[in-house]
C-alpha cells in the first residue's frame, strides 16, 4: 500500500523528523590475512631431498671403492685417480658456492625493489637511504655507474623524504642501464624477426625464440647486475613467467601487431614476414617482462620502455617499402 505524498512547512512545530538509525558495517582489516607458515616440510620436499641424498651417498662410496681398488692395483694410477677426485670435490664445491651467491645476489636485487616501493608509498627516510646503500653496494665495480654515485654520495644528504631518496637514485643510476637494456631487447627482437621470417620450418621457429629469449633474459639480468649462475637464472625464468602471466600473458595473432603498427601494414604483411614480426614482438614481451622483474628499482621518474620503443624497428622495412612502391 502506498502512501500519498503530503505538504508540510519546515518551522512546522508539529512535524517531527527522525534521526535515521547508524548503519553498523563491520571493520575491514589494513592488512589481507596470511596463511600461516608450515612448521614441518612438506612431504614432496622430504621425499626429493631423502633421493638426492640417497644419490649423493651412492655417488661418494662408488668413487672411494673405484679409488681403493686402484690404489690396491697401482698406487701411481690410485693417487692419480684421488687427486682428481679431489679436484671435482673442490670444483663442485666451488660451483655450489657460486650458485648460492648468485642466488643471494637475485634476492637482495628483488628485495631492494619490493624496499624502494615501499619507500615510495610510505616515504621513510631509513628505508630510502637503505636502498641507495645497496644500490652502491650493487653497482661499485660498476664504472658506468660511478658519475651517478658520485652524485648520489653529494645530494643524498639534503633529501629527507624517502620517496625523492628512490626517485634520485632512479635518474642517476638507472638512464644508462635502461638504454642497454631496450637496446638488448630491440637486437634481440630484430634478430628472431629475420632469422623466423627466413627459416623453413616451425620447429625451426620455436628453437630460435626459445634460445633468443633465454639469451636476452640473461643479458638483462647481467646488465642490471644479477650475475645469475645456473640456479638463480631458473628462478629468474620463474619470476619472468610469473610477471608474463600477472601482466596478462603474450598476447598472440593479428590483433596484437594492429595495435603496435596499426590496421593497413598488418593487412599487407606476407604470411611469412607476419610470423616474423610477430616472434619478434613475442622476444620483446618476454624481455620487458625480464626488465620488470631484473631491475632493482621500479618506474617512477622515469618513463618505462614500452612495446613501441622496443620493437619499432620490425616495421621500417614495411613502412618504408608501404612509401616508395607505389602503383605506377
Not at 607458515?37 to 631431498?49: D, N, T, V
Not at 666451488?94 to 628483488?110: F, T
Request: contains cysteine; positive net charge; hydrophobic residues 50%.
Amino acid at each position: 500500500m502506498t502512501r500519498i505524498p503530503r505538504a508540510f512547512r519546515s518551522d512546522d512545530p508539529s512535524v517531527i523528523i527522525a534521526a535515521p538509525e547508524p548503519v553498523h558495517l563491520p571493520a575491514t582489516p589494513d592488512v589481507f590475512p596470511v596463511a600461516p607458515p608450515r612448521r614441518f616440510p612438506s612431504l614432496g620436499s622430504i621425499l626429493a631431498s631423502s633421493v638426492l641424498g640417497l644419490i649423493g651417498l651412492w655417488f661418494v662410496t662408488s668413487v672411494e671403492g673405484f679409488v681403493r681398488d686402484m690404489i690396491a692395483r697401482s698406487p701411481v694410477l690410485g693417487w692419480a685417480a684421488a687427486a682428481l677426485a679431489f679436484a671435482a670435490a673442490a670444483a663442485t664445491l666451488a660451483l655450489i658456492v657460486r650458485e648460492l651467491r648468485a642466488i643471494a645476489r637475485a634476492a637482495s636485487i628483488s628485495e631492494m625493489r619490493d624496499l624502494a616501493a615501499r619507500a615510495l608509498v610510505g616515504d621513510a627516510a631509513a628505508d630510502g637511504r637503505t636502498v641507495l646503500a645497496g644500490l652502491d653496494d650493487l653497482y661499485a665495480r660498476r664504472p658506468e655507474t660511478a658519475r651517478g654515485r658520485a652524485r648520489l654520495i653529494e645530494t643524498r644528504a639534503d633529501v629527507i623524504d624517502g620517496a625523492d631518496l628512490v626517485r634520485l637514485a632512479e635518474r642517476e643510476l638507472m638512464p644508462g642501464l635502461d638504454a642497454r637494456a631496450a637496446a638488448a631487447i630491440s637486437t634481440a627482437a630484430k634478430r628472431v624477426s629475420v632469422a623466423t621470417a627466413v627459416a623453413p620450418r616451425a620447429l625451426l621457429d620455436v628453437f630460435i625464440v626459445g634460445a633468443q629469449s633465454l639469451r636476452l633474459v640473461r643479458d638483462i639480468a647481467l646488465i642490471y647486475g644479477a650475475r645469475p649462475g645456473t640456479a638463480g637464472f631458473l628462478r629468474i625464468l620463474r619470476a619472468v613467467a610469473g610477471h608474463l602471466v600477472v601482466t596478462g600473458g603474450i598476447a598472440v595473432g593479428d590483433s596484437f601487431i594492429q595495435q603496435v603498427v596499426g590496421h593497413g601494414l598488418a593487412a599487407r604483411l606476407s604470411a611469412r614476414l607476419g610470423e616474423g614480426v610477430l616472434n619478434g614482438l613475442l622476444t620483446a614481451r618476454v624481455g620487458l617482462a625480464a626488465l620488470d622483474v631484473c631491475r632493482p628499482l621500479p618506474f617512477v621518474a622515469l618513463k618505462r620502455p614500452g612495446l613501441r620503443d622496443v620493437a619499432g624497428g620490425l616495421f621500417e622495412k614495411g613502412d618504408e617499402h608501404e612509401t616508395t612502391a607505389e602503383p605506377r
